[in-house]
T-cell receptor, first 115, second 112 residues
């Protein structure tokens, strides 16, 4: 079956702009989580959506937001981009998002560069 | 604050040996720990999950242990191969939904 698809793979934006990233989870998976990965901070949890509702949120400013559609596809948005937002943004999907033996399936990520 | 630490940033071993990676946690009691492998430019790939009431889990050449007294998980790769070279991440979670806290990762290099 198809894996987690993230688009676009690469993105270059200017400070102050906004950006929208997309994630299509594995068919049947209802939980979608977003992570930011940087060399200095590693993988940091942004938020999780389950059945179109935000279920968990990490410690990121309000400029970071997301949503999930009825088909489980998810988008995350970053407004007023800062240089420090340059990172690999990863999306992960799972059946229930909690205690499963199958873990989370990650996409290959969107590499965002802010100049 | 809640913290998860992996013992070293890099580990170099000879092919055929057992690689042992360490993950320590402080200030919380995770319901489970997960281990992932990440290759450059790719997303993490799930390897194993171990729950707080389990001592050990195995999958092919992989073994993970969970010691709640020591607040530590050990991840072993036996008969290591150059193809096992990658960054290995541990992550803890609780029963409150899909939030994982990741360690910084250990970069494993297996030399032929």
């Amino acid at each position: 079956k198809a894996g987690v698809t993230q688009t676009p793979r690469y993105l270059i934006k200017t400070r102050g702009q906004q950006v929208t990233l997309s994630c299509s989870p594995i068919s049947g998976h209802r939980s979608v989580s977003w992570y930011q990965q940087t060399p200095g901070q590693g993988l940091q949890f942004l938020f999780e959506y389950f059945s179109e509702t935000q279920r968990n949120k990490g410690n990121f400013p309000g400029r970071f937001s997301g949503r999930q559609f009825s088909n489980s596809r998810s988008e995350m948005n970053v407004s007023t981009l800062e240089l420090g937002d340059s990172a690999l943004y990863l999306c992960a999907s799972s059946l229930e998002g909690a205690l499963t033996n199958y873990g989370y399936t990650f996409g290959s990520g969107t590499r965002l560069t802010v100049v | 604050s809640q913290k998860i630490e992996q013992n070293s940033e890099a580990l170099n071993i000879q092919e055929g040996k057992t690689a042992t990676l360490t993950c320590n946690y402080t200030n919380y009691s995770p319901a489970y720990l997960q281990w992932y492998r990440q290759d450059p430019g790719r997303g993490p790939v799930f390897l194993l999950l171990i729950r707080e009431n389990e001592k050990e889990k195995r999958k092919e050449r992989l073994k993970v242990t969970f010691d709640t007294t020591l607040k530590q998980s050990l991840f072993h790769i036996t008969a290591s191969q150059p193809a096992d070279s990658a960054t290995y991440l541990c992550a803890w979670g609780n029963n409150q939904g899909g939030k994982l806290i990741f360690g910084q990762g250990t970069e494993l290099s297996v030399k032929p």
